[in-house]
Nanobody, 127 residues
Framework: QVQLVESGGGLVLPGGSLRLSCAAS????????IGWFRQAPGKEREAVSC????????VYTDSVKGRFAISRDDAKTTVYLQMNDVKPEDTATYYC????????????????????WGQGTQVTVSG
């Protein structure tokens, strides 16, 4: 079964850290760019970060630069999002996704092209 499965979400204090994982099954992760997105209640989904398949280029939205880090372990078919110094505004459901139909772009930040999604993991920053 082809799927992406997120894990690692939870409740964390402001200033704390959390590492999200996106595990792929049924396909070879190293051939695909992976993006992390988030959606807070009542807000539109926004792109957070992505990592390309070939050159490993990384992109971050301005609000997480210097705090979040994306990485990939193709041997483990997993992409990680390390979240440091989290803030209450980071509270959201986090989704990982990949591009299936348009998996030919060199760079990963063609956000509208992500068409295969995981089920999401909840991150709550409070306390």
């Amino acid at each position: 079964q082809v799927q992406l499965v997120e894990s690692g979400g939870g409740l964390v204090l402001p200033g704390g850290s959390l590492r999200l994982s996106c595990a792929a099954s049924g396909f070879t992760l190293d051939k695909y760019a992976i993006g992390w997105f988030r959606q807070a209640p009542g807000k539109e989904r926004e792109a957070v970060s992505c990592i390309s398949s070939e050159h490993g280029g990384k992109v971050y939205t301005d609000s997480v630069k210097g705090r979040f880090a994306i990485s990939r372990d193709d041997a483990k078919t997993t992409v990680y999002l390390q979240m440091n110094d989290v803030k209450p505004e980071d509270t959201a459901t986090y989704y990982c996704a990949t591009r299936v139909a348009k998996n030919f772009w060199h760079d990963c930040d063609t956000w509208d092209d992500y068409d295969f999604w995981g089920q999401g993991t909840q991150v709550t920053v409070s306390g």
